[in-house]
């Protein structure tokens, strides 16, 4: 596709419930991150996802969070048993190389997740 | 670890510099910086790789002190376009699998 694209864009959810989160990368792009990003604060990291290696799941805040990629395609974030806490946008991002240093990575436009 | 921005925030009117620090404890190989607008995503902006290396985008620059683990970012005669919050970020290593951890953020205001 032309962009990362998320979906859904907005979801609000009942504490207690369980949600999934979609992320298409740019295609080709062996790289994928998920951030989360409260209100007002900053990126902060959660997974990242590096072609078919292990990917790095030291940002998860919990065992609720858990990430899955499949191949070099789509990546779907879930988060189990929602808590207030959880509330936040999420991004994901992907870039074309596994060296980071050199390229860019591109966003998505998030998903707004807020548990009621 | 992620990096340290500062200011946290600043306001500046129209046509005034500004700049942003970035720095880290940890060594940096290249600095990244991207920009926020309110409701949208990151937008990247520019990649610093070397010691001492400096570029500019329109009339954002930014400098990167590898020896010094810190990079700025100058904005000069702001817009009003420039509004927005300014991430750096940086790899955690220059070798394979790296991830890319970003700063705290500085929310800039530009006002008329």
């Known amino acids: 596709g032309a962009g990362v694209s998320q979906s859904p864009s907005n979801k609000v959810t009942e504490k207690g419930k369980d949600v999934e989160l979609r992320c298409d990368p740019i295609s080709g792009h062996t790289a994928l991150y998920w951030y989360r990003q409260r209100l007002g604060q900053g990126l902060e990291f959660l997974i990242y996802?590096?072609?078919?290696?292990?990917?790095?799941k030291s940002g998860l805040p919990s065992d609720r969070f858990s990430a899955e990629r499949t191949g070099e395609s789509v990546s779907t974030l879930t988060i189990q048993r929602t808590q207030q806490e959880d509330s936040a946008v999420y991004l994901c991002?992907?870039?074309?190389?596994?060296?980071?240093?050199?390229?860019?990575?591109?966003f998505g436009q998030g998903t707004r997740l807020t548990v009621v | 670890q992620q990096p340290v921005q500062s200011p946290q925030a600043v306001i500046l009117r129209e046509g005034e510099d500004a700049v942003i620090n970035c720095s880290s404890s940890k060594a940096l190989y290249s600095v990244h910086w991207y920009r926020q607008k309110h409701g949208e995503a990151p937008v990247f902006l520019m990649i610093?790789?070397?010691?001492?290396e400096q570029k500019g985008h329109d009339k954002i620059s930014a400098s990167f002190n590898e020896k010094k683990q810190q990079s700025s970012l100058y904005l000069t005669a702001s817009q009003l376009s420039y509004s927005g919050t300014y991430f750096c970020?940086?790899?955690?290593?220059?070798?394979?699998?790296?991830?890319?951890?970003f700063g705290t953020g500085t929310r800039l205001t530009i006002i008329p």
């Open positions: 996802f590096q072609g078919n290696s292990a990917p790095d």
């Open positions: 970020g940086t790899p955690t290593s220059n070798f394979g699998n790296e991830k890319l951890t």
């Open positions: 991002a992907s870039s074309p190389t596994m060296a980071s240093s050199n390229t860019e990575a591109f």
């Open positions: 610093l790789l070397k010691g001492g």
